[in-house]
């Protein structure tokens, strides 16, 4: 139940920025979406649906590839870029991309409610995801005094 709703509020978040970020009518007249995206075939097929659903004029088309593969095909397609929308990613990606002006400013309605820290002050990238970053270790294996503090 947590992942349906969490994936119909991220749908809904990233809605906003397909909107937006909308380019031409492809041939049925509809509008392509183009999104580059390291989520997966069935999360990604998952918001094509949602998506098209709530917005029948717009064709979302995902290229599902990794987070670094995203990277360096924006950088290759800076002089003609092919994406509408780049989902998903390690922020420091996100960050590495604003310096090299790879990301145009964006306000989704929903940037407000988002820490600090989990996006670009300058508005080129806003997070959707906060993943924790953990230590486990088998206690059985590793007493307390051993177990690393910091990455």
Not at 110 to 136: C, E, N, S, Y
Request: glycine share 6%; aromatic share 8%.
């Amino acid at each position: 139940m947590h992942h349906e709703h969490m994936t119909k509020r991220l749908a809904r978040m990233t809605a906003a920025l397909l909107l937006v970020l909308a380019g031409c009518a492809s041939d049925d007249g509809r509008t392509p979406v183009v999104v580059y995206s390291p989520h997966g075939r069935e999360l990604l097929e998952t918001f094509e649906q949602q998506f098209e659903e709530a917005n029948p004029d717009i064709d979302v088309q995902w290229l599902d590839m990794g987070s670094q593969e995203v990277l360096d095909r924006l950088r290759s397609e800076r002089a003609n870029p092919q994406a509408d929308v780049w989902w998903g990613a390690p922020s420091p990606m996100f960050v590495t991309a604003a310096e090299q002006n790879l990301l145009a400013p964006f306000s989704p309605s929903w940037a407000g409610a988002l820490p600090t820290d989990a996006k670009d002050p300058q508005g080129r990238w806003h997070g959707t995801f906060l993943t924790p970053m953990v230590i486990a270790y088998n206690t059985t294996r590793v007493d307390s005094a051993s177990v690393p503090r910091d990455w």
